[in-house]
């Protein structure tokens, strides 16, 4: 699906279908009155017959009014106009992207006059056509790379365009960010969706390389010897139980000279069984999606690239799988990090925050003007934000207020949790500088966000825990993309 601007009012457009939107109590947008006023009052008497509601999430399709160029007009409903916010407009794009009608090709939508709430005033063009140009999106996403039938995508909107009345270059800029966001952000879906036989360390690392390759990006992926050489030896102690040998990856993004970097540091567990703490059987699979951290590490720089956005960014990835076997690390065992600092491996099913704190270590060498790690890392965060908040930890309150902002904007929420030293004493260990896990039962995802703390003394950092966020179950099982939009968000901002 591919997205442009048009200047044209909505009875005039040249499309197959052309979206407008109507409110719930029977007011009109300003494009849906021009098609009442041209079409002789087909959009009113579509309300008053009670076939178009103006409720969210509905739609009415209508065919061949006179007076209209375009054969097809979708009526969208966007409910109480004082209730229309950031999510609604989502909602409203991603129902006219599939109310349009199987015959739509090309859909114009005019959705700048649709006024999107946010705090006392209202969101610009430049945020609605990035949002739009996302959510529309998700509709067309499909995972059937490995199906033997593909599904169909011969019909329904292929070609986007956004109503315009005058030239705004905001706006065009705002589309161009959304499709480069979306992109990433199918990046990252289809690598978190993709089986844990084919999604491997070493397929990361390739994947890697093809962005390198598209983008112009530095990219290092290093080897077992070379992970061994770096004295990663808490990165490695997870690898052990695994055939599959680990990757250490290094992703460089350029876009402003010899500027300090963000970087931003990804889990890459292609499969997480918990190892010897093996995990119960149901639902396993879903471990599978452990590498989504790292997913979205590349989603955001692709992101960023495709902007061409001035600043650096570094991408570190630690990718490995965690399994049992005769050679698996032991509850029990002592490991040495990079950093010098011992760990007593007390569950081996919390790998994470091994494979991070080393990344963490790694990337003091380029003196980063920030470092952000984003892993799938506690079920603990799922208990307390579920589904909907990526849990945010920082130990600096600018970067902490920046991430929140970020996520307003990009619609793709966080909520902060706390990084304090009163929790230090629930991973004392009688024989090494720490343990990797706390007290069952108590504060873990805050527990491993003060574990990975004692690795980042050396520069600003923020981790967001995306373990509630990052896939959905049941029926919609599959990755959400998120938090690249977050991600992607703070970036732009970082760089304006
Ligand atoms: N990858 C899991 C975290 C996870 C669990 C994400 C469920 C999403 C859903 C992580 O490696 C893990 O197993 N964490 C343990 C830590 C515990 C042993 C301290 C957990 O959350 O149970
Ligand atoms: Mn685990
Ligand atoms: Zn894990």
């Not at 409110?23 to 947008?29: C, Q």
């Not at 983008?215 to 990165?235: A, C, P, T, W, Y």
């Not at 599978?288 to 956005?309: H, N, P, Q, W």
């Not at 967001?464 to 959905?472: F, P, Q, S, V, Y």
Request: glycine residues 10%; hydrophobic residues 45%.
């Amino acid at each position: 699906m591919d997205f442009s601007t048009k200047l044209a009012s909505a009875e005039t457009a040249k499309a197959d279908c052309v979206a407008v939107g109507i409110y719930a109590d029977g007011d009109l947008t300003p494009a849906a009155r021009r098609i009442d006023l041209a079409s002789k009052g087909a959009v009113r008497a579509a309300i008053k017959s009670g076939d178009a509601t103006g409720k969210r999430g509905t739609t009415l399709l209508l065919r061949a009014l006179a007076g209209v160029a375009a054969p097809r007009v979708l009526l969208v409903g966007l409910g109480k106009r004082e209730e229309f916010g950031d999510k609604a407009f989502g909602e409203a794009v991603r129902a006219a992207a599939k109310g349009a009608g199987a015959g739509t090709r090309e859909l114009a939508i005019a959705a700048t006059d649709w006024v999107v709430k946010a705090g006392n005033g209202a969101r610009d063009g430049a945020w609605q056509a990035r949002q739009l140009a996302i959510a529309a999106r998700e509709t067309v996403f499909r995972s059937d790379e490995l199906k033997s039938k593909k599904d169909d995508n011969s019909t329904g909107p292929a070609h986007v365009q956004l109503l315009l009345e005058k030239r705004d270059a905001a706006v065009e800029r705002g589309l161009k960010e959304g499709v480069a966001i979306a992109n990433g952000m199918a990046l990252t879906k289809r690598l978190g969706n993709l089986p844990p036989n084919v999604c491997t360390p070493t397929f990361l690392g390739e994947q890697a390389r093809k962005l390198g390759k598209e983008f112009k990006l530095g990219v290092d992926v290093f080897d077992r010897r070379q992970i061994e050489k770096l004295g990663m030896g808490s990165f490695l102690a997870v690898t052990r139980g695994s055939a599959e040998p680990p990757r250490l990856i290094v992703l460089k993004y350029n876009g402003a000279g010899k500027a300090a970097p963000i970087a931003l540091v990804g889990k890459g567990i292609t499969f997480d069984s918990g190892g010897i703490s093996l995990k119960p059987g149901a639902n396993m699979d879903e471990m599978k999606f452990d590498m989504c951290g790292a997913a979205s590490v590349l989603g955001a720089i692709r992101a960023a690239a495709e902007m061409k956005l001035k600043l650096n960014v570094v991408g570190v990835i630690a990718a490995c799988e965690n399994l049992p076997s005769g050679t698996a690390t032991k509850p029990g065992d002592i490991v040495t990090s990079m950093s010098g600092q011992t760990i007593e491996v007390l569950n081996t099913d919390a790998e994470g925050r091994l494979i991070l704190c080393d990344a963490l270590t790694y990337v003091e060498r380029f003196k980063p003007a920030a470092v952000i790690d984003i892993a799938t890392l506690t079920g603990a965060c799922v208990v307390a934000l579920g589904d909907v908040n990526t849990g945010l930890f920082a130990t600096d309150e600018e970067l902490a207020g920046e991430l929140l902002k970020a996520a307003k904007n990009a619609v793709d929420p966080a909520w902060r949790m706390p990084v304090e030293d009163d929790y230090q004493d629930q991973i004392k260990s009688n024989f090494a500088d720490m343990a990797n896990i706390g007290m069952p039962g108590k504060a873990g995802a805050v527990i491993a966000a003060c574990f990975l703390a004692r690795f980042t003394k050396a520069y600003k950092w923020a981790h967001l825990d995306i373990a509630g966020t990052a896939w959905k179950s049941g029926a919609a099982k599959g990755a959400t993309g998120r938090p690249v939009p977050l991600l992607a968000q703070f970036l732009m901002e970082r760089a304006a």
